[in-house]
């Protein structure tokens, strides 16, 4: 799948003047969400408290609010790309020169249609290196060929791994009842689900620490752990760390790795002929209204 043709996961974040935002929302349709800020202030508070694709900066409004704010962003979040747009209202040679110090690289002229194609392709690009993307990429290297429901059950994982807390959530969002999916995957002799579910989680985690500018609270807050406490008391129990030593200890790579090392290659064989989703003749289906139904704050998984 080509880079342009794979949506981003997590929303883009703009400060952009008023006119711009319609046609930023535009030129996303299908490829991401925007949510439109009045500052880079709000921005930064966004980007503490949920995941981010990228962040869109109109090169006149952010001239006018100054590059202090703006180079705190850089440093501290660089994992997430930051893109100046160009637009129709003149831009000073100072206001440019004000991303530049703030270590804004990524310019782009959406002055033209093919500017706006230019972004599209730009912020495409990111969307292979999501930390989730590349978990999934990772487990079916691993794998290889696996029963389509298997497959469901990863990219359920990793595609909603921040917004489900327990596995009773995932089973009953895939329409399956929590104690069937359980025990298929006892009778199969994998670890629990729950334990894939919370190394998803903690594999996000490590991501967002990769940014500086993420706090243990944020983290925690982030992926709706009931408090940071919480998030602790899960770390200590999966890897036997503190939260700290977690953070200085696990990048993103390395997670992953330990994901594999301790819940993918051992259980190669098992996984690729589990069908855990699967729902057999004589078994009611769970309404969609169930299905969809997910509790506004998560609990914890331990």
């Known amino acids: 799948m080509s880079p342009a043709s794979r949506s981003l996961s997590a929303p883009v974040l703009t400060v952009l003047d ?10 996303g349709a299908g490829l991401y969400r925007a949510i439109h800020r009045d500052s880079v202030a ?6 503490k408290r949920q995941r981010v694709s990228a962040v869109l900066l ?6 006018r609010d ?19 747009l160009l637009g129709h209202t003149p831009a000073t040679a100072e206001a440019l020169l ?17 500017g706006w194609s230019r972004l599209r392709q730009l912020l495409g690009s990111e969307a292979p290196r999501e930390v989730d993307r590349v978990a999934l990429d990772a487990i079916r290297a691993e794998l290889g060929a696996v029963a389509p429901e298997c497959w469901l059950f990863f990219e359920a994982l990793f595609t909603a791994a921040d917004r489900m807390g327990t596995i009773r959530e995932l089973a009953l969002r895939a329409g399956v009842l929590p104690s069937t999916l359980m025990s298929r995957f006892f009778r199969a002799g994998l670890p629990a689900p729950k334990r894939y579910l919370a190394f998803a989680r903690l594999l996000r985690a490590a991501r967002l620490f990769e940014d500086a500018g993420h706090s243990i609270a944020d983290v925690a807050n982030a992926l709706e752990y009931s408090s940071p406490q919480s998030f602790g008391r899960h770390v200590r129990t999966l890897l036997g760390l503190t939260a700290g030593e977690f953070r ?15 819940l993918v290659r051992p259980y190669a064989t098992q996984l690729r002929a589990l069908r ?7 078994m009611r289906r769970l309404p969609p209204s169930l299905r969809e139904r997910t509790p506004a704050r998560h609990r914890r998984m331990h």
């Open 276 to 282: 855990p989703l699967v729902v057999r003749p004589g």
């Open 98 to 114: 004000q991303l530049g110090n703030a270590g804004v690289t990524r310019l782009v002229d959406v002055r033209s249609p093919s």
């Open 42 to 47: 709000d921005v930064l508070e966004d980007l």
């Open 66 to 84: 100054g590059d202090r704010r703006t180079a705190t962003m850089v440093r501290e979040f660089p994992s997430v790309p930051t893109v100046a």
């Open 58 to 63: 109109s090169v006149v409004r952010c001239g």
């Open 18 to 27: 008023p006119d711009e935002r319609a046609r930023v929302d535009a030129a």
């Open 248 to 262: 200085a200890q696990y990048g993103s790579a390395r997670m992953l790795e330990r994901l594999i090392d301790e």
